[in-house]
């Protein structure tokens, strides 16, 4: 790693890091990665330049993950997932190795950073500096399924799906 890490999440073999890096063992993969503990061996999630996330207002950075099923759900400081529009989370499939924003348009994921990711069930529930998810008023937590886009929430409650 050349930067910090601040979160870690198991799916399987691999140890998925989020951080500040753009590299992990060698590999390019901005800043998210995977170790697989099988072949001891680091990857990037997604491929080319435009693996992992990128485009902070600032910096970028993955602060948080959490993983359901064969999916790895990223939240942090970035706009961008895979190369494609993505506001501050995102979700991975290891299986298939692609990317995909929650929720469609501008408005999608969040309007601004996340900290904290927690999974229930089918239901994954972001924490960060938002006050808006999907589009709709959040007061910086908000709730989402696998499948579902983030949805309506009032100022005193969590945006859910």
């Known amino acids: 790693m050349n930067n ?3 979160a870690l999440a198991v799916v399987g073999n691999e140890v998925v890091v989020g951080g500040g890096f753009t590299s992990a063992g060698g590999v ?3 800043r998210v990665a995977r170790f697989n503990t099988q072949t001891n061996t680091w990857s990037s999630l997604g491929t080319g330049s435009s693996n992992g996330v990128s485009g902070g207002i600032v910096f970028s950075a993955v602060n948080a993950l959490a993983v359901v099923g064969n999916e790895v ?3 942090g400081w970035f706009t961008s997932a895979g190369g ?3 506001n501050y989370v995102a979700r991975f499939n290891t299986q298939t190795n692609t990317w995909s924003r929650l929720g469609t348009g501008s408005s999608n994921g969040v309007n601004n950073w996340v900290n904290a990711l927690a999974v229930s069930g089918n239901q994954v ?3 960060g500096g938002f006050i808006s998810a999907g589009g709709v008023s959040a007061n910086l937590v908000a709730r ?3 499948r579902r886009t983030l949805g309506q929430g009032s100022a005193r409650s969590v945006a859910t799906a």
Do not use: D
């Open 4 to 6: 910090f890490v601040y």
């Open 28 to 30: 390019s993969a901005n």
């Open 73 to 75: 759900f990223v939240g």
């Open 84 to 86: 494609a529009s993505a």
């Open 125 to 127: 529930f972001v924490g």
């Open 144 to 146: 989402l399924t696998r």
